[in-house]
């Protein structure tokens, strides 16, 4: 089985999601338990790849024995072998998450949703595992989709807001394909490796500019990198919360895991980050992405909104450090990229809890949080560390690897960037806390007074899930030092 | 310049096309009219792998004729065939293409079934 185990990630989940409908024909609530066992199978599958991998290095899976570059190639290296762990844990804990929301929000759509949510991590999975450009296409093309479908669930707006996304995603998936076709022109090849064989003697081409250039609006336009993360907001925060918490931290992730596949495995570091002017480029989008998203997700009310942008700044630190283009800020984008998913799921899950409790997810829900629902708002308390960066979270390490790359770099922008940022950060959670301790009085408190009388604590099959995200983050934190010997430093390029 | 343009025009019919389905995208705004436009787009792509697929010197489908003669035995003239891959990889895009079709018509009527309008200024104003 641990031989088969790279195929076994992707086609647990996609056989599960075939037979979901049927039983949801027979028992609605029987999808859930399916779900988990699926997700569980196939997480499993992800660790077995982990720890063969920590053993015997880079791992191969040839689908149907057809040798590379013809057949399809599954390539584990370091860095995915990472992510798929990270994608199949984020799956299961939001899996878990899901059973009450939905029980609330769409109790008839049990089984379709589930469905549509297995297909999506084999969409993640999918992006993360292949070695072959195409492939990486179809998969990043079913997770878009089942993404599209699953916020058109959601609240009023949903429709709309899930509309734009599939008009600006289409455009995002396309231009990918044409970088892939535009590649395939010069040098007949779909295969990562052999791309990367073939590639250098042709980096004076056009041909490979303009696909690069392609590859790279593409993927922007997916990983909602600003000016382009317009269709984000609205999107994330109108989907229903189960499934926003699987959506939302991973979406944008994956298609940063996308880039810089792209930039350091398929091209060669030097290429994209000397030859091309692409390190300013990304470190100029990076900053703005950081600094206008701060500012936007100081005006929200909304608690969900005000995420959204948290999400679209921290997708500009990520691309910000790779466009400090040195090892240091690498290292601190690939731990960013781990941590920003668990904070991402707990602060989404959080919004989810608080949308389950009072139907709304404004800021203002949160009066009296902290004396009705402890355990969840300790827990938030712990993600907005994280976010602001506090040790021993782990958003605080990987903020202090992309200072200390933004340093070597000499670029005091981004410094100022990153730590306005995080004071803006501050200022966002800490007048949650205040609302949540009912130190302001306000007249909305006392709208708010009455309603509230009746709140308890979170469902346990809410709490426990975003607790064990809770205690993740810490860990991470802890653990940052094994994560980066033993994974990270062998998915850092040379530069 | 104008062998540049009818020499490759397979090239600029693409670029036309993919330009044609860009601004249904951004300008018009009837949600109808934004799938056409994105349907036209990503047409434009299939076009454009096709177009990569052809070769100079008469190059035809790649369907082997076995000869009455010497049975399989015959040598394949690559350069005689026209390069399926990119056909193939386009079979797999219209696939994805018609899902992505079929999710955006889907949410498209739930939310006439919503509005009872497709024109998105009225939906935006209904919302407020």
Redesign the interface.
């Given at each position: 089985v641990i031989d088969q185990a790279p195929i076994l990630i992707i086609v647990i989940p996609l056989m599960f999601a075939f037979l979901t409908p049927l039983l949801g024909l027979v028992k609605r609530q029987l999808c859930y338990y399916w779900a988990i066992l699926a997700l569980s199978a196939s997480g499993i599958c992800a660790i077995l790849t982990l720890t063969s991998l920590l053993k015997t290095g880079v791992i191969h899976y040839d689908l149907g024995g057809w040798q590379p570059p013809w057949g399809i190639e599954y390539v584990i290296d370091h860095l995915n072998a990472l992510m798929l762990v990270l994608i199949a844990a984020t799956a299961f804990l939001a899996v878990i998450y899901s059973k009450r929301s939905i029980e609330q929000e769409f109790p008839e759509k049990t089984a379709a949703f589930y469905t549509i949510f297995l297909l999506q991590v084999v969409g993640f999975q999918g992006i993360v595992i292949t070695g072959d450009m195409f492939n990486l296409y179809v998969f990043l093309e079913i997770a878009s989709l089942t993404g599209y479908a699953l916020i058109a669930i959601g609240e009023k707006g949903a429709l709309l807001a899930s509309f734009r996304y599939v008009i600006m995603g289409t455009v995002g998936a396309c231009f990918y394909l044409l970088g892939v076709g535009y590649l395939y022109m010069v040098t007949g090849s779909l295969n990562m490796a052999d791309l990367a064989r073939l590639l250098p003697n042709l980096y004076s081409s056009k041909v490979v500019l303009v696909g690069f250039a392609f590859f790279m609006a593409g993927v922007a336009v997916k990983m909602a990198l600003f000016p382009l993360h317009v269709w984000l907001p609205d999107a994330y925060t109108r989907a229903p919360s189960p499934a926003s918490a699987l959506v939302a931290p991973l979406m944008t992730k994956v298609a940063v895991y996308v880039m810089i596949r792209i930039l350091f495995t398929v091209f060669k570091p030097h290429f994209s980050l000397e030859v091309l002017p692409l390190p300013e480029i990304l470190l100029s989008l990076g900053i703005a992405a950081i600094v206008v998203a701060a500012l936007m997700a100081l005006a929200q009310t909304d608690f969900k909104r005000m995420l959204c942008y948290i999400v679209v700044a921290e997708v500009g630190y990520m691309v910000g450090g790779i466009g400090l283009a040195n090892s240091v800020a690498i290292r601190g984008v690939l731990l960013h990229l781990v941590n920003d998913v668990i904070m991402t799921l707990g602060l989404f899950a959080v919004a989810g809890i608080v949308t389950f409790q009072f139907k709304t997810h404004t800021i203002a829900d949160f009066h009296g949080c902290f004396r009705e629902m402890p355990l969840t708002m300790a827990a938030l308390v712990v993600f907005a560390f994280s976010i602001i960066g506090v040790p021993p979270t782990g958003g605080f390490f990987s903020k202090w690897y992309l200072i200390q790359g933004a340093v070597i770099a000499k670029n005091w922008l981004f410094v100022i960037a990153l730590l306005t940022s995080s004071l803006i950060n501050v200022i966002l959670f800490f007048k949650i806390f205040e609302i949540g301790y009912g130190f302001t009085s306000t007249h909305d408190a006392h709208a708010h007074g009455e309603r509230k009388a009746g709140v308890k604590e979170a469902p346990l099959s809410m709490l426990i899930p975003t607790l064990v995200v809770a205690i993740g983050v810490i860990l991470v934190g802890i653990y940052n030092q094994p994560i980066m010997t033993r994974l990270i430093q062998f998915a850092v390029p040379e530069l | 310049m104008l062998d540049f343009i009818i020499g490759k025009y397979n090239y600029w019919m693409y670029i036309v096309l993919m330009m044609v389905g860009?601004y249904a995208?951004i300008g018009k705004r009837n949600?109808v009219k934004?799938i056409i436009g994105?349907n036209i787009?990503?047409t434009a792509?299939i076009l454009?792998?096709i177009s990569?697929a052809c070769k100079k010197g008469g190059a035809t489908l790649p369907i082997l004729e076995h000869s009455q003669h010497d049975g399989a035995g015959h040598a394949v003239n690559v350069s005689n065939y026209l390069n399926p891959?990119?056909h193939v990889?386009m079979l797999?895009?219209i696939v994805?293409m018609v899902?992505?079709l079929g999710?955006?018509l889907?949410?498209?009527i739930?939310?006439y079934r919503?509005y009872h309008t497709l024109e998105?200024d009225e939906?935006?104003r209904m919302?407020q």
């Open positions: - | 860009f995208m949600l934004k994105m787009f990503q792509i454009f792998f990569i891959l990119p990889l797999t895009a994805v899902a992505t999710v955006a889907a949410i498209m739930r939310m919503e998105e939906i935006l919302l």
